[in-house]
C-alpha cells in the first residue's frame, strides 16, 4: 500500500490567497483526520470524518477554514484567505475503523508571507 | 477529559545509553495507548502500541508496558542509536466520545555518537 499521500509537500504563498491542501487515505480506512503541527501549539486536530462525513470540527480555528471529503479517497482541507499565522505543517491521517492506530502522510509544509 | 503528559525534552543522550521517557494519561475508562516516531521532515509513524492494561507494546528495540495503576505508558530502549534521534508522542483513544488520537506534546531525543 502507498500509504496516505498529500499534496503538495510544500507551499508558499501571500497573505489572502487561497490555499487548498490535499489528501488520499489509505484505501479501505473509513476515518480521515486532518491535524495541524506548529512549535507553539504542538499537533492539535482540526476535523475529522467518517464514512465521508464531517464527525468532529471543533478544531478548525474559523471560518477561514473549511474541509471536505467527497468521496474515500480524496478529502481537502481550504483556507480562504489565508494569514501568516496559518503557516504550520498540515498532516492528514487515516484509520480502520476496527482498529485505533492512525496513519500519518507526509504533511505539507505551509508558508504564508 | 483525555489528556496525555510527556516529559520535557530535549533528552541527550550518548549513542549505548539506556533510554526511558516518561509518559501519563488520564482517560475515561481503558484506552489504547501508542507511541509515535517522528523524524526531522516526515509525518508520525506509529512506533508501538498496547490495547489492555499490563500489555507490552515492543518494536525496533522500543518498549512500553500499558500500566493501568499508575496510568503510565513510559517508554524505553535498552541501548539507543543515532538513528534514534527523532521527537517520540505519546498518544491514547478512548473507546468512547471521540475517535480522534489524543497526543501528548512530544519529547525530543538526540543522541550523540
Known amino acids: 500500500d502507498a500509504g496516505v499521500i498529500q499534496s503538495p509537500r510544500h507551499e508558499v504563498t501571500e497573505m489572502g490567497q487561497e490555499v487548498t491542501l490535499r489528501c488520499k487515505p489509505i484505501s479501505g480506512h473509513d476515518y480521515l483526520f486532518w491535524y495541524r503541527q506548529t512549535m507553539m501549539r504542538g499537533l492539535e486536530l482540526l476535523i475529522y470524518f467518517n464514512n465521508n462525513v464531517p464527525i468532529d470540527d471543533s478544531g478548525m480555528p474559523e471560518d477561514r477554514f473549511s474541509a471536505k471529503m467527497p468521496n474515500a479517497s480524496f478529502s481537502t482541507l481550504k483556507i480562504q484567505p489565508s494569514e501568516p499565522r496559518d503557516s504550520a505543517v498540515y498532516f492528514c491521517a487515516s484509520r480502520n475503523g476496527t482498529v485505533y492506530e492512525q496513519y500519518f502522510g507526509p504533511g505539507t509544509r505551509l508558508t504564508v508571507t | 477529559g483525555n489528556s496525555v503528559t510527556q516529559m520535557e525534552g530535549p533528552v541527550t543522550l550518548s549513542e549505548e545509553a539506556f533510554l526511558t521517557i516518561n509518559c501519563t494519561y488520564t482517560?475515561?475508562?481503558?484506552?489504547?495507548l501508542f507511541w509515535y516516531v517522528q523524524y526531522p521532515g516526515e509525518g508520525l509513524q506509529l512506533l508501538l502500541k498496547?490495547?489492555?492494561?499490563?500489555d507490552k507494546g515492543s518494536n525496533k528495540g522500543f518498549e512500553a508496558t500499558y500500566r493501568k495503576e499508575t496510568t503510565s505508558f513510559h517508554l524505553e530502549k535498552g541501548s539507543v542509536q543515532v538513528s534514534d534521534s527523532a521527537v517520540y508522542f505519546c498518544?491514547?483513544?478512548?473507546?468512547?466520545?471521540?475517535?480522534?488520537?489524543?497526543f501528548g506534546s512530544g519529547t525530543r531525543l538526540q543522541v550523540q555518537p
Open positions: 498496547a490495547t489492555k492494561a499490563d
Open positions: 498518544a491514547l483513544s478512548a473507546y468512547t466520545g471521540r475517535r480522534a488520537l489524543t
Open positions: 482517560a475515561t475508562g481503558y484506552p489504547s
